[in-house]
């Protein structure tokens, strides 16, 4: 039976909110000012819980929520910035610098990247957990970008934006869990995909692993927020 | 009140955060008030000596040398500081992590030397097969993430810490800053 009660009453952080029927708890809380940090959400593409920054406590639950897909309910109590939080959030940033290598200073993301400014606001000066230096590929077969894996946070904006927005579908994710890698079509070559060029993915990228080749040094700001815009455009035709 | 103990160390850097430390120019005068230099690349002492009050180390532990020196340092200082990226994160040195030593000692003294093609083996110190930030071999203190950390990230963070005052390292810099 579907709920016919749209509007639900919820509290966040002990503030009381409304929200419609379906919406999120990133979504409502964004709404009223209140702050979740996030890395995989992108206003204008599907939400998929990738990067868990999103993560809140719900009153009466043991399990943490990933704010970005989980929607609210009646009565709903959600803290989003709790002692216990701001450390799991401090972890998975750690986590995902270890993980892979991310040299800022060497990085055409340097000063534009969203895991840098991350790792600043959740006040982050050094990572407890020991680097793993895996051996990683660079991908520059393109004519106009370049994929460098060792700076990719697996936040599937790309897969997303190709796939929702150009309607190419030409990156995904290949392997599991640690050994995962976006690739493009049945990992071949950028350069020899499918691809349309059109560039969506290095905007949407947060870090420097998909960038621009005409693009030195670090002068590489990205511009994600065309997306919004063009999915109003595109629902008012 | 007696001037505190002041050493500067160097290990695997470009020397980069030691320049930005001098960039502090004019105010380098304050801190000669307040501090004395004891060990450092800029001073002759070719001891560490035995008690520091603070000591900041640049570079990233990358050889057998980096090792035993950086286990120095922390033995005989009370408190240790790591200076810039290299030292807090691996940084530039580290990228040679996922290929070892040997790929970049057959590029810098085999394929790039046009006389005398040899590895040394005396006197060089032998390096490490992965490098790592100071941390992951002593305890560290204080961590100022940069590259370089700026002058004014200098002075901000050692007036806080030689006063005693108020200090928030990620409102004043970030890695690769």
């Known amino acids: 039976m579907s709920d016919p009660v749209e509007v639900k009453t919820l509290i966040i952080d002990e503030q009381e909110v409304s929200a419609l029927r379906g919406q999120t708890i990133l979504e409502v809380a964004r709404e009223n000012d209140i ?3 996030t890395l995989c959400h992108l206003e204008g593409l599907s939400d998929v819980g990738a990067c868990r920054l999103c993560l809140v406590e719900i009153k009466g639950s043991n399990k943490l929520l990933p704010a970005c897909v989980a929607t609210v309910y009646e009565g709903m109590e959600v803290r989003t910035n709790t002692e216990r939080l701001k450390k799991h959030r401090r972890m998975i940033l750690e986590m995902l610098f270890a ?5 800022c200073a060497v990085c055409v993301s340097n000063g534009h990247c969203e895991l840098q400014a991350m790792g600043q606001e959740q006040g982050l000066t050094h990572i407890r957990l020991p680097y793993r230096n895996p051996k990683l590929t660079l991908d520059a077969s393109h004519e106009r970008f370049t994929a460098d894996h060792n700076r990719c946070i697996l936040c599937m904006r ?3 934006v190709c796939a929702e927005i150009e309607g190419a579908h030409v990156w995904d994710v290949m392997g599991r869990g640690i050994n995962s890698v976006v690739i493009t079509d049945l990992n071949d070559e950028w350069g020899k995909s499918t691809c349309t060029r059109c560039g969506k993915c290095v905007q949407v990228c947060p870090t ?11 002068d590489h700001p990205k511009y994600p927020d065309f997306l919004p815009n063009l999915k109003m455009m595109r629902e008012a035709q | 009140m007696s001037k505190l103990k002041l050493a500067t160390v160097w290990l695997d850097g470009c020397s980069g955060c030691h320049m930005s430390f001098l960039d502090m120019d004019e105010r380098l005068l304050e801190l000669a008030e307040l501090v004395d230099v004891v060990y450092s690349p800029v001073v002759d002492a070719k001891e560490f000596p035995d008690e520091v009050d603070i000591a900041l180390v640049e570079g990233a532990v990358a050889s057998v040398d980096d090792e035993k020196k950086i286990k120095k340092v922390r033995a005989h200082s009370k408190m240790l500081i790591a200076m810039g990226d290299c030292a807090v994160a691996g940084n530039v040195p580290s990228m040679r992590n996922p290929f070892g030593p040997q790929p970049i000692l057959d590029r810098a003294y085999i394929e790039n030397a046009s006389l005398q093609q040899q590895i040394p083996c005396v006197v060089v110190p032998k390096l490490l097969k992965v490098v790592r930030p100071i941390h992951e071999y002593v305890k560290v203190d204080v961590f100022l993430p940069g590259c370089p950390p ?24 970030r890695f690769g800053a």
Not at chain 1, 208 to 218: N, Q
Not at chain 2, 151 to 171: N, Q, R, V, Y
């Open chain 1, 35 to 37: 702050d979740i940090p």
């Open chain 1, 99 to 103: 993980e892979r290598n991310h040299i």
């Open chain 1, 158 to 160: 790309c897969v997303r």
């Open chain 1, 208 to 218: 420097g692993a998909l960038f621009d080749k005409s693009k030195i040094g670090s």
């Open chain 2, 150 to 173: 700026s002058a004014d990230t200098f002075h901000t963070a050692l007036t806080a810490l030689l006063t005693g005052g108020p200090l928030d390292i990620s409102e004043l810099t």
